[in-house]
């Protein structure tokens, strides 16, 4: 059975001192490809290719947005739940490109290939940040 990403991005709204959901879809976007070594660097999916977890699930923020709350309340298959700053979910790309490239021997252009939806996620997060409005991506998995 296959794993599955669903993942979101939140920033901070300074004026409502609360984080809400940015209105864009990830699903139907960036995350729609499995990459197995990312989500075993994000937090413990299947890890593959000599993978290393870098940052262990954390669970949901405490200050989750209610929008997102809602999303994830009551979905049972839902588990490994946790999220990302904005620099983290770099460092978790940068880990996973020097892995597969240096340990598995994967070319670099076929790493980058793979890893293009991350950063297309990690230049939208950095957007919000250059805005001054730090951002998250928070995710979990399903099979």
């Not at 879809?25 to 995350?31: C, F, H, M, R």
């Not at 620099?87 to 994967?106: G, M, W």
Request: aromatic share 12%.
């Amino acid at each position: 059975m296959a794993t599955d990403i669903w993942g979101h991005i939140e920033y901070f709204v300074k004026k409502k001192k609360t984080f809400v959901l940015a209105p864009i879809d990830l699903e139907a976007e960036e995350l729609d490809a499995r990459n197995y070594a990312m989500f075993c660097a994000m937090g413990g999916g299947i890890c593959v290719d000599g993978i290393g977890i870098k940052f262990p699930a954390r669970g949901l923020p405490d200050d989750l947005s209610l929008e997102l709350y809602k999303r994830q309340k009551g979905e049972a298959d839902f588990h490994t739940k946790s999220w990302l700053a904005t620099e983290e979910l770099k460092e978790c790309i940068d880990y996973v490109r020097e892995k597969l490239v240096t340990k598995c021997n994967y070319t670099v252009e076929d790493v980058d290939e793979s890893l293009e939806p991350y950063l297309k996620i990690y230049r939208r997060m950095k957007d919000f940040e250059d805005e001054g409005e730090p951002a998250r991506l928070v995710f979990w998995f399903d099979n």
